[in-house]
């Protein structure tokens, strides 16, 4: 590992570790408001109130609206998924626990991440899927077995 990679991956190990955080705090937000829609839709709009003054405090200047017309229709699909991942771990982390949901969560970013590198999808490099890629992808895999194993606590689905 490059010198320079431990700050980053510090960085993202800290990133990470907000989100269990995040998942039981906008799970009970979606019970308080009486839907998960709701919980993910104030979650977001509290996001949006975070960053305006962060952009402020930075002068990030305007951007030029007019570029969209030009870039890749698929960068829509950001704000879709975070959609998608907060709502998901509204309705799944009260279920799966904060660790057993985190753990599926990676095992399907890893997957999916796999996918992006070896094909150097969303406009990423590409990066060959390699014996010892897999091997790791393999092993998140099995941990994720092992986190949702019956004896793991899972709670059952709640009623209807």
Avoid at 1 to 23: C, D, K, R
Wanted: glycine content about 12%; aromatic content about 6%.
């Amino acid at each position: 590992m490059p010198g320079n990679a431990l700050p980053l991956i510090l960085a993202a190990i800290a990133t990470g570790a907000v989100v269990p955080f995040q998942a039981g705090a906008n799970a009970l937000l979606g019970r308080t408001l009486g839907h998960p829609l709701w919980g993910s839709c104030v979650s977001l709009c509290v996001s949006l109130a975070c960053l305006l003054p962060l952009m402020a405090l930075a002068r990030v200047e305007a951007p030029a609206l007019s570029q969209l017309a030009q870039a890749p229709r698929w960068i829509w699909i950001g704000g879709l998924a975070g959609v998608v991942y907060v709502t998901g771990a509204l309705l799944l982390a009260p279920r799966l626990g904060a660790a057993g949901f985190i753990a599926a969560a990676i095992a399907g970013q890893m997957l999916a991440s796999v996918l992006v590198d070896q094909w150097g999808l969303v406009g990423l490099p590409q990066k060959p899927v390699s014996l010892p890629r897999l091997a790791g992808l393999g092993l998140i895999l099995l941990g994720l077995l092992v986190m949702q194993w019956p004896w793991s606590g899972v709670r059952p689905p709640a009623g209807p």
